[in-house]
């Protein structure tokens, strides 16, 4: 399978709650004729509705899917949260379908999907009150089915608006919605996108794809930027584009302020897959690394400035040396100290087996003599839990967890700009207390530990020093 001269582009979820604008903008926009098609679009769920979904993913407020998985003896529970799904979607509809007959579609197409999982997950409560079967192995299918069901809806609604305004888009459903075959990832994108001419048809394709090997089991919620980097690579894309309601820009405008942040314009793989393990995904690493193995350039923009190129990332090597962007996050520092480590070796082997079986994602490490230092991107609860599991491991060692935050540089180089060193300087004259930090040798990032509480005004104060200095020195010297 294989298209010559087209792109595909994903829209993130918060971007699909104004498809309006975007039908405008980026859609279609001064689009015409032939211009209009060549593009394949990978959609999110509108804003919030996985939310409903599943569960909130900042606050954990329960969905559809935490409601059943924690009360699954008390259908009130997760049957009014699936109502509050039904409710949120039509209003998506009524807001956004402008033709009575197109709302009409999109109402009946809610109604068959919530009816038909809410039938699923009566018939699945039922079967396991017996006993013999148990709710717990069929709980991955049903996050996946429920997810599937946002992406399906986001997708048939842009579909119609577009085909509204005289293009001729075509819905494709990869959530396998009432399919009885199974596929491969591979195999369902190659049947979906079978007989479609990108020359006269524009898809409009969900996020979400059922497939044999559960993304949801392995990425859960970055499923959709996995199904957009393996289309890219399946159909032979000239590049790979992400539309964000905001450029990839040098810290978050929010924080440091709009007037001084800078677009990045150009970076690289590695820089991307720094900001991933800091949790500022400018995409999946795992998507990411199917883009570069297929060297297809991935470009991130602002969707509702189309003629702004946004930021291009590919494996290109720096054309000046320096910091490109500050960030960072809360993490827990997990400590294991033990006086007698000192030339014993599987200390370490046996603190990462604990973390794996806990699924935690490890920030950041450090180490000496008698010393463990893991940073963890995790709550403290789930932290102490682990720390009480090591002391029963190493009962001599002295075990502790904490919270703290991590304040970060990256860059394509940073040789020879001294970013440690004024970093700290920086932080100092902020009056901000530095609990450790750390340049590794490769020289793409540099990392500062301080208080959760210092986080922001560590990450201003950074940009300030390394980005915005330098910005105004380099126009002094031009």
């Not at 792109?7 to 709650?17: D, L, Q, R």
């Not at 956004?96 to 409560?125: P, T, Y």
């Not at 070796?345 to 935690?360: C, F, P, Q, S």
Request: with cysteine; net charge negative; glycine share 8%.
């Amino acid at each position: 399978m294989n298209f010559p001269n087209h792109t595909v582009e994903k829209i993130g979820g918060t971007s699909m709650s104004r498809l309006n604008e975007l039908r405008d903008t980026l859609l279609i926009g001064d689009r015409e004729g032939a211009d209009l098609y060549h593009r394949i679009f990978v959609v999110s769920a509108f804003g919030g509705i996985t939310n409903l979904l599943l569960e909130h993913k900042k606050t954990g407020e329960p969905g559809v899917y935490a409601s059943f998985a924690n009360a699954a003896d008390d259908q009130g529970s997760w049957q009014g949260a699936i109502n509050r799904v039904s409710e949120a979607m039509r209003a998506a509809n009524a807001d956004i379908l402008e033709h009575s007959g197109d709302r009409m579609q999109a109402d009946e197409f809610v109604r068959d999907r919530i009816e038909g999982a809410r039938s699923c997950l009566i018939d699945m409560q039922r079967l396991c009150s017996y006993g013999h079967f148990r709710l717990s192995k069929h709980m991955m299918v049903f996050r996946e089915l429920l997810s599937g069901l946002g992406e399906a809806h986001s997708a048939f609604v842009a579909t119609l608006l577009l085909n509204r305004a005289g293009v001729n888009a075509r819905y494709v459903d990869l959530t396998g919605w009432r399919d009885e075959r199974e596929f491969s990832l591979e195999e369902r994108l190659t049947t979906a996108m079978d007989g479609i001419d990108l020359a006269t048809e524009l898809p409009i394709v969900t996020g979400y794809a059922q497939c044999t090997e559960g993304l949801m089991a392995e990425f859960d919620r970055g499923y959709s930027e996995v199904t957009f980097s393996r289309l890219a690579a399946l159909t032979g894309a000239s590049e790979a584009i992400i539309h964000k309601e905001f450029h990839l820009s040098s810290a978050d405008p929010g924080l440091v302020g709009a007037d001084v942040v800078r677009k990045l314009g150009h970076t690289n793989y590695d820089v991307a897959d720094q900001l991933a393990n800091l949790g500022m995904e400018a995409i999946h690493p795992k998507a990411a690394k199917t883009l570069r193995q297929r060297q297809i350039p991935l470009r991130v923009t602002n969707a509702f400035e189309p003629d702004d190129p946004g930021t291009l990332i590919d494996d290109a090597r720096a054309e000046a040396t320096g910091a490109e962007i500050v960030t960072g996050l809360p993490v827990v520092v997990l400590e294991l100290f033990e006086q007698d480590m000192v030339g014993v070796k599987g200390y370490d082997a046996k603190i990462l087996e604990v973390l794996t079986r806990h699924n935690i994602f490890i920030v950041s490490k450090t180490s000496n003599a008698n010393t463990i230092t893991h940073f963890l991107a995790t709550s403290l609860k789930r932290a102490r839990r682990i720390e009480s599991e090591l002391s029963e491991l190493y009962p001599s060692a002295e075990v502790t967890a904490r919270s703290a935050a991590i304040a970060s540089a990256i860059g394509r180089d940073l040789k020879g700009q001294r970013v440690l060193m004024r970093g700290l300087q920086a932080l100092d004259r902020a009056g901000i207390e530095v609990q450790a930090a750390q340049k590794p040798t490769r020289a793409v990032d540099v990392q500062f530990l301080l208080s959760r509480d210092d986080l922001d005004g560590a990450i201003t104060a950074l940009h300030a020093e390394l980005i915005e200095e330098r910005e105004v020195s380099a126009r002094i010297a031009a």
